[in-house]
């Protein structure tokens, strides 16, 4: 059964140096997306991505953060300077039209 | 803005019997999707359940079902016969439905806990 994969599966980076996550969706999927988890809170909506471009992002995803689908595969999530805040699990997921399938996640560390 | 609400922060059930887990929307929009998702202890968000708002008939997933209240703005999950590997967070979600994809909105979760 297809799936989304991310990687790494947990990341620890120093407060102020830059991450990528990356996330390969389901190969004939449109749109995808990027969610986090803060823990112990809900699902939070970041950006959606469709046709090469940003379709939707939230007031959370800022001028640190980039999304880029660079080789029609891979679907990357950049934190220019991270900070202890952006610690959380990040999910990547991907649609044809109706139901998101998540990948795994991605546990980010900010120490 | 669209809301999901989820008020049991925590559910117990004993296996082999039937729980229902409760989530309540606010929407203005007429068209739109309503899904249960299960978090489970590894954290992947994993889909159980879709209803689309159109269609009048409850959705129905082996042993995971749900009602759907359009008019209440209820969608509640009901899981008959639980078992030990029910145990998760389940995530009541919302997204509009449009041709372009739509983002999803999240309630707070409900940790569901199966006594053997």
């Known amino acids: 059964e297809p799936e989304v994969t991310q990687t790494p599966s947990h990341q620890v980076t120093q407060m102020g140096q830059e991450v990528i996550l990356r996330c390969v969706p389901i190969?004939?999927?449109?749109?995808f997306y990027w969610y986090r988890q803060i823990l112990g809170q809900k699902v939070e909506f970041l950006v959606s991505?469709?046709?090469?471009?940003?379709?939707?992002k939230s007031e959370i995803f800022d001028d640190q953060f980039s999304v880029e689908r660079p080789d029609g595969s891979n679907f990357t999530l950049k934190i220019r300077s991270t900070k202890l805040e952006d610690s959380a699990m990040y999910f990547c997921?991907?649609?044809?039209?109706?139901?998101?399938?998540f990948g795994q996640g991605t546990r980010l560390t900010v120490v | 803005a669209q809301t999901v609400t989820q008020s049991q922060p925590e559910m117990s059930v004993q296996e082999a019997e039937t729980v229902t887990l409760s989530c309540t929307y606010d929407?203005?929009?007429?068209?739109?999707?309503l899904f249960w998702y299960k978090q489970p202890p590894s954290r992947q968000m994993i889909l159980v359940i879709r209803?689309?708002?159109?269609?009048?008939q409850n959705a129905t997933e082996n042993r995971f079902s749900v009602n759907f209240q359009k008019a209440a703005k209820s969608f509640s999950l009901k899981i008959s016969d639980s078992q030990l590997g029910d145990a998760a967070m389940y995530f009541c979600?919302?997204?509009?439905?449009?041709?372009?994809?739509?983002?999803?909105?999240f309630g707070e979760g409900t940790q569901l806990t199966v006594n053997p």
């Open positions: 991505f469709y046709n090469n471009e940003i379709s939707e």
């Open positions: 979600a919302y997204s509009v439905r449009e041709t372009s994809g739509s983002r999803l909105t």
């Open positions: 190969s004939n999927h449109l749109y």
């Open positions: 209803q689309e708002a159109y269609k009048q």
């Open positions: 997921a991907s649609s044809a039209v109706r139901e998101a399938f």
């Open positions: 929407t203005s929009e007429s068209d739109y999707y």
